[in-house]
Nanobody, 115 residues
Framework: QVQLVESGGGLVQPGGSLRLSCAAS????????MGWYHQAPGKQRELVAH???????NYADSVKGRFTISRDNAKNTVYLQMNSLKPEDTAVYYC?????????WGQGTQVTVSS
């Protein structure tokens, strides 16, 4: 089992920045891919970015050039640096990891981009 705790969400003006963090605990030795999804009201949960154990990254087209995903394996933590935020980035952001073929989810953190 893997437990995930997210932090860093909040309210920010358009053009602003936020940094999300997600700390993993439990069977952390088995974690492979780490990533972030988001879900806006009335929409499906969608991939934002993910990073492999080797550091390879993949981003949704909508966030390329604005968001950066990184991980600190020593701290079992994955980060999402979000710059140039837009109102359409407003959503609940979920941390996710894959460990031993099983996907685990965090509880979600709200990001609201509004003036």
């Amino acid at each position: 089992q893997v437990q995930l705790v997210e932090s860093g969400g909040g309210l920010v003006q358009p053009g602003g920045s936020l940094r999300l963090s997600c700390a993993a605990s439990g069977s952390i030795f088995s974690i492979n891919t780490m990533g972030w999804y988001h879900q806006a009201p009335g929409k499906q949960r969608e991939l934002v970015a993910h990073i492999s154990s080797g550091g390879s990254t993949n981003y949704a087209d909508s966030v390329k050039g604005r968001f950066t995903i990184s991980r600190d394996n020593a701290k079992n933590t994955v980060y999402l640096q979000m710059n140039s935020l837009k109102p359409e980035d407003t959503a609940v952001y979920y941390c996710t990891v894959v460990a031993m073929g099983t996907r685990y989810w965090g509880q979600g953190t709200q990001v609201t981009v509004s003036s």
